[in-house]
């Protein structure tokens, strides 16, 4: 199982960034897919979640109605658009799949929300 993350950065309050997962190693299709964060000095949250097929989709109090999770099945991706970014949204975000009975989880990539 291979998880790789892009699309993190610098962006400024009420910004938009879009992460993008690229997943391999597993039948993609078949398992829900989960973004996480974690500040520093804080503990790793999850941010939104999609069951496989994309019919069913969790998002973390703070990130409703402001990030929106999605998949492409045929192309092994699943991506996390963030809209109206702030300073508490900075963190390092993870990719994650539970796979079997292990989690497992891409290398993350950073969000800083500053102005």
């Known amino acids: 199982v291979r998880l790789v993350e892009s699309g993190g950065g610098l962006v400024q309050p009420g910004g938009s960034l879009r992460l993008s997962c690229a997943a391999s190693?597993?039948?993609?299709?078949?398992?829900?897919m989960s973004w996480y964060r974690q500040a520093p000095g804080k503990e790793r949250e999850l941010v939104a979640r999609?069951?496989?097929?994309?019919?069913?989709?969790y998002y973390g109090d703070s990130m409703k109605g402001r990030f929106t999770i999605s998949r492409d099945n045929a192309k092994n991706t699943v991506s996390l658009q963030m809209d109206s970014l702030k300073p508490e949204d900075t963190a390092v975000y993870y990719c994650?799949?539970?796979?079997?009975?292990?989690?497992?989880w891409g290398q993350g990539t950073q969000v800083t929300v500053s102005s």
């Open positions: 994650n799949v539970m796979y079997g009975a292990t989690d497992y």
């Open positions: 999609i069951s496989s097929a994309a019919g069913s989709k």
């Open positions: 190693g597993f039948t993609f299709s078949m398992y829900a």
